[in-house]
């Protein structure tokens, strides 16, 4: 029996285009044409009106929002599809909720599903039983292909093999291995990054240094297979990428990122949000490849980084801020457990009062306790300073040594700049010299970029001679006279009007890791707990 009746060749036929991914539309060009083709059997089996749907291709069918696929029930629902064209099953969904509001819409309707294989009317219980097999089989096939690539994925991850990307300052091998890349100003540049880090305890004051210093950082562009490397301004995104990355300790991981599913707009969404606990990550492999910084550096790095960011949790110190207050962020509450705030009042707002706020998710609750903070900041500054004394001097010293430092590594950093300027430059007129000086369209383009090679060369040394003829940082006898005397006394030093109360915040951060403090029964007095990072015998 003729299943397509005038009824249905009254209306269109629409053929439904789709491939799973990119690459499919690329390099799979043989099911293009197997579902274009469709559209000819549509004309031949009596059709003239017909329809292609192509907007899904290099999407999945799994789930994901399909355009085309939406397209295709809304004409099915208006009645204008006598049948729907497609080379499979797998073509049209790849999960149950779609395959089969698919067929209950065409059933309503009286809409046909043709394939390479026959005609369908699912209005027959007969062929009804058919497509649902068939979904069903397509459904199971996307999951075992799943299955399969995942648990591939997962064994060559163990083994420490599996790459998707290259971070910058590695290159990848031929035997699937990654190594430093060879390029001495981007090893240098990702060794700039962490020295500064270490010093300035804080990825955006890092990222302040190098835009006032103007210098520029790789970047990979051009794809994950043939990357190449560009020289931009920082941002505090990409500082952030290399100071979190485990890559640059020497460490290969895999599952880094916590996968979630939720159901929006009817649809599955997946999000992927980085796992900060390394023990929950799937594979971790130290000492896979040579690194930057070493696993204990990196340790470090995140614990800093997780104590400077602000209100993110009540056990997390949080990065140095204005105000005068020296203790943020160190005072613990002995009955509660959490940070203790900082409150400003006063004419000028300069008399500090230290608050904990208690358990403030419950508004029954009042604060724990407070007290004023001036008397508890200049006690803990003159602890901290009397143990410190021994190493006045010594400090002292390592200032006269790093004095400089700062301009050298800018230096060092325009000076590779500026062997690659002059790299790219003669690649330029390599390139100018070897065309034929009678294509002028190709000439000219090539003697522009020429010029603009030899001007970036100009502009870096100009910058090179203003830097070696700016004033030596270099110490004097007086000053380093008056730096070993301060070394010598650091309560001076400490009161000197150029040390602000961030630089006093960052030495006592330096120096201890909590204060824990509680009020007595009476009011009266402060019991404190100071805990120190570091044992420091007093002078």
């Not at 210098?215 to 995104?237: C, M, N, Q, V």
């Not at 895999?254 to 990550?281: H, L, S």
Request: proline fraction near 2%; include cysteine; charged fraction near 30%.
């Amino acid at each position: 029996m003729t299943k397509n009746t005038t009824d249905h060749l009254a209306r269109s036929a629409v053929v439904y285009v789709r491939q799973s991914s990119v690459d499919q539309v690329v390099h799979n060009l043989e099911s293009q044409r197997r579902q274009y083709g469709l559209e000819a059997r549509a004309r031949a089996l009596g059709w003239s009106d017909v329809e292609v749907i192509d907007d899904d291709l290099g999407k999945s069918g799994g789930g994901v929002a399909r355009r085309g696929f939406e397209r295709l029930l809304a004409l099915i629902c208006e009645g204008r599809v006598g049948a729907v064209f497609s080379i499979e099953a797998s073509r049209l969904a790849r999960n149950g909720r779609d395959w089969h509001t698919l067929l209950e819409v065409c059933g309503l309707v009286g809409t046909l599903i043709i394939d390479e294989d026959g005609v369908y009317d699912s209005r027959s219980i007969n062929d009804r039983l058919l497509l649902g097999m068939k979904g069903t089989m397509s459904e199971l096939e996307l999951s075992v292909i799943r299955q399969r690539s995942v648990e591939a994925v997962k064994q060559k991850a163990r083994r420490g093999e599996h790459f998707t990307t290259v971070a910058v300052g590695y290159v990848k091998t031929k035997d699937d291995r990654i190594e430093k890349n060879p390029d001495v100003r981007v090893r240098e540049s990702l060794d700039l990054v962490f020295r500064k880090f270490v010093e300035l305890q804080s990825i955006r004051q890092v990222l302040l240094w190098l835009l006032q210093e103007k210098i520029a950082l790789p970047f990979a562009a051009g794809g994950s297979h043939d990357p190449k490397i560009e020289w931009r301004t920082p941002s505090y995104t990409t500082l952030n990428h290399m100071l979190t990355n485990p890559v640059y300790a020497g460490a290969y991981v895999f599952g880094r990122r916590g996968v979630r599913m939720t159901v929006e707009n009817g649809r599955k969404k997946v999000k992927r949000n980085p796992q900060r606990d390394w023990k929950a990550w799937d594979v971790l492999l130290r000492d896979h490849h040579e690194g930057y910084i070493s696993w204990d550096e990196f340790v470090r790095n995140q614990r800093l980084i997780a104590d400077n960011a602000n209100g993110k949790s009540y056990l997390g110190r949080g990065a140095v801020r204005r105000g005068e207050a020296l203790l943020p962020g160190l005072l613990r509450c002995a009955r509660c457990g959490r940070r203790l705030y900082v409150q400003y009042s006063g004419r000028g707002g300069d008399t500090q009062r230290y608050v904990c706020r208690g358990d403030f998710n419950k508004a029954a609750v009042a604060a724990c306790l407070g007290f004023g903070g001036m008397r508890l900041d200049r006690m803990v500054a003159r602890e901290v300073l009397e143990r410190l004394q021994p190493l006045g001097v010594e400090t002292a010293l390592n200032a006269m040594k790093t004095q400089g430092a700062e301009q050298s590594e800018k230096l060092l950093q325009l000076q590779r700049s500026l062997e690659q300027a002059h790299y790219e430059a003669n690649r330029a007129y390599r390139q100018y010299d070897a065309v034929d000086p009678d294509n002028r369209h190709v000439a000219g383009e090539l003697e522009r970029r020429w010029n603009e090679r030899i001007q970036a060369v100009r502009t870096i040394e100009r910058e090179i001679e203003s830097l070696a003829s700016s004033p030596s940082p270099g110490l004097s006898a007086g000053d380093r006279e008056a730096l070993l005397k301060l070394g010598d006394d650091l309560n001076r030093a400490w009161q000197r009007p150029g040390v602000t109360s961030e630089i006093k915040k960052k030495i006592l951060r330096t120096v201890l890791s909590e204060i824990v403090v509680d009020l007595d029964q009476d009011n009266q007095h402060l019991d404190l707990i100071i805990i120190g990072k570091v044992a420091i015998t007093p002078a």
